[in-house]
């Protein structure tokens, strides 16, 4: 991607490997969960992550906040490689890259009440002492929406979506710029995921906050995302304005899950046909060559199996990967139709 001043976030082809088993006798096997992710996050905006389980979304998330060792590769926040600084230095830049996990009742540590749970942060980097930090708790309390009442409470005494306001308060204690939300309302009743999702968006214009927003369901994603950006075990796939990835997407993978989401008009919704990929997804230890979808890509042909292809702009800021289609031949369909096998090969 280019380099730009606008953008606050940019990964160079990020790699993030684990080694899994291995002893004296045999060799350990190496699981490639991020494999070469290159994409600019831009000041103010949200850059939605989607695709499916075990494909390296919330590993590339802990990746870019160094929750997760990077195994090669530039993560650049203000064009500084924090992929490559000390700890300290990266402790030092934690205060403006923040996360939302994604299990509200696994992320609060059940012994504190939310006045230290929400103060932690405050107190760890000397924003304020001593009765300043809890009236600055009962603030961003009632930010997210939560009564300043509740803050000798314990997360055991608070509902899914009331906790998941205390991680998003902890998360904005420390008056961060970029946050990552790692599938923030998958846990969530239908009801008050709606809630969060427009307390994220009011967050995000009070405070000109930056989101990498994570998440499997493609309506969320819709919603809140500027831009999407499509994850298959481990690469990115498509990349474009969120409504523009919605309404005309080129990528095989892209148009099968989109095609997943339901349509609230019912007359259209029984006349649409639905893309069903088979197979399951390959696993990471030992991925496809070639392209990583060709496996269970209805428009596969040999050159997929020999070329791994680049993400390249196929239209003006829409980016695909995909040897099928090109600038001039954009609509893999078409290319299927008219007989056409790897565009510039």
Known sequence: MEENGNNLISLQNLKVHFKIGGGFFKEAKVVKAVDGVSFDIKRGETLGLVGESGCGKSTLGKAILRLTPITSGRAMYKNRDIANISESEMLAQRKNLQMIFQDPYASLNPRMNVGQIIGEPIQTFGLQRGKSVEAMVQDLMETVGMSRRFVKRYPHEFSGGQRQRIGIARALAVDPEFIVADEPISALDVSIQAQIMNLMERL???KN???LFISHDLRAVRHLSDRVAVLYLGKIVELADGKEIYKESLHPYSKALISAVPVPDPEIEAKRERIILKGDVPSPINPP???HFHTRCPYMIEECKRQTPSLVEIKPNHFAACVRISSDRPN????????LGAIGS
């Open 289 to 291: 060559s070639g392209c």
């Open 209 to 211: 906050l930056t989101y």
């Open 204 to 206: 995000q214009a009070e």
């Open 332 to 339: 893999i369909e078409a290319n299927e139709k008219d007989g």
